[in-house]
């Protein structure tokens, strides 16, 4: 109960309301403080600006949430290279698979209000299309909560999207794979409830439940429903084209998206278009939910269920629940042609970041985050290493080139140009790897580690750790 006190005090002081005035107290650090996930000792931290141009991105923009209140929004660069319109905290971004959590909001109203079952049929909800069950399924039923935690083994992990004023297929076309849809039918491609396999396709079935359970377009009843009582009204499950603000999309080279953006009817899995400010706002309302405070949408039960990891230890409802150093945050990631985003809410204290560019490439969301969590001090956000590089002998390295195997489908080529070793991956362009001992080489770009191993003085394969995913290639 003191909890609960402290917390609608914070909400209720002169210019502090969770959606009050923006201070942007320590952006500015912030923004001379990025690294990636692995630092290089000795190297000083990075400028914004100078990352935005390393990757091609001319926009950014980026909230932070603190005790439950939105304290810093600040747009940066360009909506686009060719219009130079700055980016501001107006500036609506695609927010791609950000879209699923916004989603699953809304259908936990319609739980709430009586109107679904999450644990039922889901074709008892479906109308004008229903889901197909057949050998794969193993006749087993798939419902609702399923289909939000990607455990429904249904097909479809995302969707290419469409150029601008193109024939759009409605929904009973995309769901039937049927020109002029661009994605095969949603089907069974396992058997429900075995696994968590991540599939948009799914989420699209969701979008019809909640239309033939509503009887309005899913635009309308997400603004209703759900961005209108949390107060984003720069955010729009329809075209954006009645909002100022709009940013293109930026290919990874840095070239403009054809149309400035594609279009994406599954609008429940990628059509969200909004801004940090407002996403800052849907993340507090599952914090507040959660503690029983103030909800506008949530009640707590409905928050708390949401956030419940219902197959694995990280999948909830329309969100994936992660541990950093100890930390527990709710987030969703989101990838369009031409755009990427990210967000963190913490489970405990409010805190929280928004992240969205149009830009293809998300290495400078990473370490945007980073710096976010070193400045505002967010435990567990800022996930950089610090590692040192290792003199290795020019002989040693010699000894490291070749082709290493690991099945038919994947030969990791070694190469040495200049004293320096590159590895080549069937179908990708040439990585740097960088030595941190006289064996083992890290990547800066990604998370991977590479260990040679050696018997005497020759080399004979490769122990290649991705994650937590550990290979033992051969050298051929």
């Not at 690294?35 to 000792?41: E, F, Q, S, T």
């Not at 109308?127 to 990607?150: C, G, N, P, V």
């Not at 603004?223 to 107060?231: G, I, N, Q, S, Y």
């Not at 992240?355 to 293809?360: A, E, I, L, Y």
């Amino acid at each position: 109960m003191n909890r609960l006190i402290c917390i609608l005090a914070l909400l209720v002081l002169p210019g502090s309301a969770a959606y009050g005035q923006f201070v942007n107290d320590k952006l500015a650090e912030v923004e001379k403080n990025l690294v990636g996930n692995i630092r290089i000792k000795g190297n000083p931290p990075m400028l914004l600006t100078d990352r935005m141009a390393y990757y091609h991105v001319p926009g950014v923009s980026i909230a932070i949430i603190k005790n439950y209140k939105i304290i810093g929004v600040k747009g940066y660069g360009t909506t686009s290279d060719s219009l130079g319109k700055p980016v501001t905290e107006q500036t609506l971004f695609q927010a791609g698979s950000v879209s699923k959590s916004l989603n699953a909001v809304g259908i936990m109203k319609l739980r709430q209000e009586n109107k679904l079952d999450l644990y039922i049929d889901i074709n008892s909800y479906l109308q004008r299309w229903k889901f197909r069950y057949d050998s794969i399924s193993r006749e087993k039923t798939i419902s609702m909560a399923q289909l939000l935690s990607h455990t429904a083994g249904v097909n479809v992990p995302g969707f290419p999207g469409y150029n601008r004023g193109s024939n759009l297929p409605d929904i009973v076309q995309l769901l039937n794979g049927r020109p002029p849809a661009n994605t095969p039918r949603i089907q069974a491609e396992r058997e429900p409830g075995k696994q968590m396999v991540y599939s948009g396709g799914g989420v699209l079935i969701s979008q019809l439940a909640v239309m033939d359970i509503t009887g309005q377009t899913y635009d309308d009843y997400m603004r209703k429903a759900v961005l209108m009582p949390l107060d984003m009204t720069h955010s729009t499950y329809g075209e954006p084209a009645g909002f100022d603000q709009i940013a293109t999309g930026h290919y990874a080279n840095g070239k403009e998206i054809y149309g400035r953006y594609r279009t994406y009817p599954e609008l429940a899995a990628a059509g969200l278009w909004s801004t940090p400010g407002d996403l800052a706002k849907y993340i507090i309302e599952v914090q507040l939910a959660c503690e029983g405070a103030a909800a506008k949408v949530l009640t707590q039960e409905s928050a708390r269920l949401m956030l419940q990891p219902y197959h694995n230890d990280r999948t909830g409802l329309g969100v994936f629940v992660d541990t950093l150093n100890g930390a527990v945050y709710f987030q969703h990631a989101g990838v369009t042609s031409g755009f990427r985003c990210q967000y963190y809410g913490s489970m405990k204290g409010g805190n929280g970041v928004v992240v969205m560019t149009n830009g293809d490439n998300d290495g400078i969301i990473k370490e945007i985050i980073n710096s976010v969590g070193r400045v505002y001090k967010f435990k567990g956000l800022d996930q950089s290493v610090t590692k040192e590089i290792a003199e290795v002998p020019d002989t040693d390295l010699q000894s490291y080139t070749g082709s290493y195997y690991l099945n038919p489908q994947f030969t990791l080529l070694i190469v040495k140009e200049s004293g320096q070793l590159y590895a080549i991956a069937p179908g990708h362009s040439k990585v740097k790897i960088i030595p941190e001992s006289q064996s083992k080489f890290f990547i800066m770009e990604m998370p991977i580690e590479l260990e040679f191993i050696k018997e005497g003085k020759n080399c004979v394969g490769i122990t290649l750790k991705e994650n937590r995913q550990i290979s033992r290639l051969k050298k051929q």
